[in-house]
């Protein structure tokens, strides 16, 4: 069944914004689990393919005989015009057609990659390249749908629970890469057995989503808003970039993207010029995403239970901040492991926290527009951002002012940088004072300005409200919605 507004429970909402007339009851799905689930090992399998090579930048480059910082841009510069494609293609092939295209270019990004690993040097890095782009065209069919999913098939007390286990399979892959990456990869040769295991995950997440997902909608909606009829793309869109909340939101969550994207991505060029080891860069990445993922967890729970999505929002973004200033200073000074360790746990786990959340308030402030054009904004936002910086510094603005700005390593840390290796002589490590400088300016601006102005509006939950309150005003047995783990859920959750 395809998600468009011919969907035989889906109704648009009267000229006041806020009457809906319901469907005769609400109901939530236990394949709704399966939905999720099959999301979230997509997510997990494609962010590896996107991050593996980062923790072991050396040996890559050495492998490729090209920078390997260019896995990470590349990947990052595709996904911007297929996520224009996945938006756009929303209403017209459904949560399951996104989810079968993204599927396919995965696995098919990741057997590209492994044949790489047996060609000729003059063809091992462009075909490698081309299995990168594939799965980056995958990247956007994929995360721009975890608030989608959470409004079409969970109930309003689920939603938040809902997008965090979506969004946090993400981190979880580039978890398992920076653990895995470092234990595999000790020379250049190892990065043939790299992409093989990185095959694994894409090849079983490709089955378990031709075998799990039967259709992109429940027959019978979770709630109020599920059963609204979204607005077209164009009308969508307009809605997005004509709220000042969403604006906001995009902003802050777009800059905050850009910041993990970055860190995440050339972690390795950071650390290795104060001389820490590829199995300590491997770790702190590591590190963050362990601890933002149970942050982000307890983060979903919070806002579920308490819809306290404002304030978890702000306390979480001034945070991450703080942190990720502090992790950019010590990236500058060596023998700081145990304080880079504390820096990174906390930059993860505010950092995530606020990711979902954040979602969500974005989802509220646009309904009717399609879950998918929120959060796709967001993503793309983080990856232009990320983009208006090359593999030799980061920033989130201003390409050139921090292109120019990285400069040589001074000549006092050539002894201990561990950026060139015996097989990778070419590397020129960079002192990174003057971009860090520029990134903190603009992280203390982000969070300023956020602070400053943003408003939240919860178009989504007072339309919620009031519909349900006219629904039991007129008939009490069918004014509840749907709350897991009750009898009422006993009698309609289908088996």
Not at 15 to 43: C, D, G, H, K, T
Not at 56 to 80: E, G, Q, R
Request: charged share 10%; with cysteine.
């Amino acid at each position: 069944m395809h998600e468009t507004a011919d969907s035989p429970w889906q109704q648009p909402l009267s000229s006041n914004n806020e009457q809906l007339q319901p469907p005769l009851a609400f109901r939530v799905y236990r394949r709704r689990w399966i939905v999720v689930a099959v999301v979230a090992m997509l997510a997990s399998s494609n962010s590896m393919l996107w991050i593996a090579f980062a923790a072991v930048d050396n040996h890559v480059t050495a492998f490729y005989h090209s920078k390997a910082a260019w896995f990470a841009v590349v990947y990052l510069i595709f996904t911007v015009p297929s996520g224009i494609v996945a938006m756009s293609l929303d209403r017209r092939v459904g949560l399951r057609g996104s989810l079968m295209i993204a599927a396919w270019t995965n696995v098919t990004g990741a057997v590209l990659r492994f044949i790489s690993s047996f060609l000729s040097d003059s063809l091992r890095f462009p075909c490698g390249l081309a299995g990168q782009v594939l799965a980056a065209w995958a990247y956007p069919f994929i995360m721009f749908l975890p608030t989608k999913i959470a409004n079409t098939w969970f109930s309003p007390n689920e939603r938040a629970i809902a997008t965090t286990i979506a969004t946090m399979s993400n981190p979880l892959g580039v978890f398992s890469a920076n653990i895995i990456s470092p234990l595999i990869v000790r020379k250049a040769v190892h990065v043939r057995i790299l992409n093989g295991v990185l095959v694994v995950s894409p090849l079983i997440a490709c089955a378990a989503a031709l075998v799990g997902l039967t259709e992109s909608q429940p027959q019978v909606p979770p709630s109020f808003s599920a059963a609204q009829a979204e607005i077209g793309f164009r009308a969508g869109l307009k809605r997005c970039l004509t709220s000042r909340s969403y604006l906001l939101l995009l902003i802050t969550m777009g800059g905050g993207n850009a910041m993990f994207t970055s860190v995440y991505s050339i972690i390795h060029i950071l650390l290795c010029p104060s001389g820490y080891s590829n199995g300590f860069i491997g770790f702190c990445g590591a590190l963050m995403i362990g601890c933002g993922i149970v942050g982000a967890m307890v983060s979903g729970v919070l806002a579920s239970r308490t819809k306290c999505y404002e304030q978890i929002m702000k306390i979480s973004v001034a945070f991450t901040v703080l942190s990720f200033l502090l992790f950019l200073q010590l990236t500058l000074h060596p023998h700081m492991e145990w304080l880079l360790a504390i820096a990174a746990a906390m930059f993860g786990i505010f950092g995530l926290a606020a990711y979902p959340v954040g979602l969500e308030l974005a989802a509220e402030c646009t309904f009717p527009a399609s879950q998918t054009i929120s959060m796709g904004l967001v993503v793309i936002s983080g990856q232009v951002k990320f983009v208006k910086i090359d593999f030799y510094a980061f920033a989130v603005a201003l390409l050139q002012v921090v292109r120019m700005t990285a400069r040589r390593l001074q000549y006092d840390y050539m002894h201990i940088q561990s950026c060139t290796t015996d097989e990778a002589k070419t590397i020129v490590p960079l002192d990174n004072t003057f971009p860090v400088m520029i990134v903190s300016a603009v992280g203390t601006a982000i969070v300023i300005i956020f602070f400053a102005l943003y408003r939240p509006n919860y178009k989504r939950s007072i339309l919620e409200r009031r519909n349900q309150k006219r629904l039991a005003d007129a008939n009490p047995a069918q004014g509840q919605m749907p709350k897991q783990e009750t009898p009422l859920d006993e009698v309609n959750v289908e088996p």
